[in-house]
Nanobody
Framework: VQLQASGGGWVQPGGSLRLSCSVS????????VAWFRQAPGMEREFVAA????????YYRDSVKGRFTISRDNAKTTVFLQMISLKPEDTAVYFC????????????????????WGQGTQVTVSS
Protein backbone atom coordinates (compact mmCIF):
# COMPACT_ATOMS: atom_id res chain seq x y z
CA VAL A 1 0.00 0.00 0.00
CA GLN A 2 1.29 3.44 -0.94
CA LEU A 3 0.17 6.59 0.85
CA GLN A 4 0.84 10.22 -0.05
CA ALA A 5 -0.13 12.98 2.39
CA SER A 6 -0.63 16.60 1.37
CA GLY A 7 -2.41 19.79 2.36
CA GLY A 8 -0.32 20.97 5.29
CA GLY A 9 0.76 24.56 5.80
CA TRP A 10 0.73 27.51 8.15
CA VAL A 11 -2.49 28.82 9.67
CA GLN A 12 -3.38 31.21 12.46
CA PRO A 13 -5.10 29.93 15.62
CA GLY A 14 -8.77 29.36 14.93
CA GLY A 15 -8.09 28.66 11.26
CA SER A 16 -8.80 25.59 9.16
CA LEU A 17 -6.91 23.16 6.96
CA ARG A 18 -7.84 20.03 5.05
CA LEU A 19 -5.28 17.27 4.71
CA SER A 20 -5.50 14.64 1.99
CA CYS A 21 -4.03 11.15 1.89
CA SER A 22 -3.92 9.42 -1.48
CA VAL A 23 -4.14 5.65 -0.94
CA SER A 24 -3.21 3.05 -3.55
CA UNK A 25 -2.31 -0.62 -3.59
CA UNK A 26 -3.89 -3.77 -2.11
CA UNK A 27 -7.45 -2.70 -1.25
CA UNK A 28 -8.55 -6.18 -0.25
CA UNK A 29 -6.12 -6.27 2.65
CA UNK A 30 -6.91 -2.80 4.01
CA UNK A 31 -8.69 -2.69 7.38
CA UNK A 32 -8.30 0.98 8.31
CA VAL A 33 -6.61 4.25 7.44
CA ALA A 34 -5.58 6.69 10.13
CA TRP A 35 -3.91 10.00 10.74
CA PHE A 36 -1.14 10.33 13.31
CA ARG A 37 0.93 13.37 14.21
CA GLN A 38 4.32 14.04 15.71
CA ALA A 39 5.45 17.29 17.26
CA PRO A 40 9.17 18.07 17.75
CA GLY A 41 10.61 16.05 20.60
CA MET A 42 7.35 14.17 21.13
CA GLU A 43 6.09 10.67 20.45
CA ARG A 44 3.95 10.05 17.38
CA GLU A 45 0.32 10.09 18.49
CA PHE A 46 -2.99 8.94 17.10
CA VAL A 47 -5.34 11.59 15.70
CA ALA A 48 -8.19 9.85 13.85
CA ALA A 49 -9.02 6.63 12.04
CA UNK A 50 -11.66 5.33 9.67
CA UNK A 51 -12.48 1.63 9.33
CA UNK A 52 -12.38 0.59 5.68
CA UNK A 53 -15.37 -1.72 5.99
CA UNK A 54 -18.31 0.16 7.44
CA UNK A 55 -16.65 3.55 7.84
CA UNK A 56 -16.68 3.75 11.65
CA UNK A 57 -14.57 6.69 12.83
CA TYR A 58 -12.41 7.20 15.90
CA TYR A 59 -10.77 10.35 17.28
CA ARG A 60 -8.43 11.29 20.06
CA ASP A 61 -10.25 13.30 22.71
CA SER A 62 -8.41 16.57 22.08
CA VAL A 63 -9.60 16.80 18.47
CA LYS A 64 -13.20 15.63 18.85
CA GLY A 65 -15.59 18.25 17.51
CA ARG A 66 -12.80 19.99 15.59
CA PHE A 67 -11.39 17.33 13.24
CA THR A 68 -13.32 15.12 10.84
CA ILE A 69 -11.90 12.11 9.00
CA SER A 70 -13.61 11.03 5.79
CA ARG A 71 -12.93 9.30 2.50
CA ASP A 72 -14.12 9.73 -1.06
CA ASN A 73 -16.58 7.30 -2.65
CA ALA A 74 -13.86 5.67 -4.74
CA LYS A 75 -11.94 4.94 -1.52
CA THR A 76 -8.75 6.37 -3.00
CA THR A 77 -8.39 9.41 -0.77
CA VAL A 78 -8.81 9.96 2.96
CA PHE A 79 -9.29 13.48 4.25
CA LEU A 80 -8.73 15.15 7.61
CA GLN A 81 -10.74 18.34 7.89
CA MET A 82 -9.39 20.45 10.75
CA ILE A 83 -11.15 23.52 12.13
CA SER A 84 -10.58 25.72 15.18
CA LEU A 85 -6.90 24.87 15.03
CA LYS A 86 -4.76 25.50 18.10
CA PRO A 87 -1.00 25.99 18.48
CA GLU A 88 -0.84 22.57 20.15
CA ASP A 89 -2.02 21.01 16.88
CA THR A 90 1.32 21.96 15.32
CA ALA A 91 3.03 18.77 14.13
CA VAL A 92 3.95 16.67 11.15
CA TYR A 93 0.84 14.73 10.18
CA PHE A 94 1.17 11.22 8.78
CA CYS A 95 -1.41 8.95 7.21
CA UNK A 96 -1.13 5.22 7.70
CA UNK A 97 -2.86 2.07 6.55
CA UNK A 98 -3.55 -1.08 8.53
CA UNK A 99 -3.97 -4.61 7.17
CA UNK A 100 -4.61 -5.96 10.68
CA UNK A 101 -8.12 -7.38 10.92
CA UNK A 102 -8.22 -6.67 14.64
CA UNK A 103 -7.41 -2.98 14.29
CA UNK A 104 -11.01 -2.11 15.19
CA UNK A 105 -10.29 -3.36 18.72
CA UNK A 106 -7.54 -0.77 19.15
CA UNK A 107 -7.51 1.74 16.29
CA UNK A 108 -5.24 4.11 18.19
CA UNK A 109 -2.32 1.69 18.43
CA UNK A 110 0.55 2.85 16.26
CA UNK A 111 1.87 -0.69 15.94
CA UNK A 112 -1.31 -1.81 14.16
CA UNK A 113 -0.42 0.24 11.08
CA UNK A 114 2.02 -1.23 8.59
CA UNK A 115 2.22 1.30 5.76
CA TRP A 116 2.97 5.01 6.21
CA GLY A 117 3.03 8.12 4.09
CA GLN A 118 5.79 10.71 4.22
CA GLY A 119 4.06 13.32 6.41
CA THR A 120 2.91 16.89 5.90
CA GLN A 121 3.75 19.80 8.22
CA VAL A 122 0.96 21.71 9.96
CA THR A 123 1.95 24.89 11.79
CA VAL A 124 -0.55 26.86 13.87
CA SER A 125 0.78 30.17 15.11
CA SER A 126 0.10 33.88 15.10
Amino acid sequence: VQLQASGGGWVQPGGSLRLSCSVSGRRESRSAVAWFRQAPGMEREFVAAIMWSGGTRYYRDSVKGRFTISRDNAKTTVFLQMISLKPEDTAVYFCASSSFRGVILSPMALGHYDDWGQGTQVTVSS
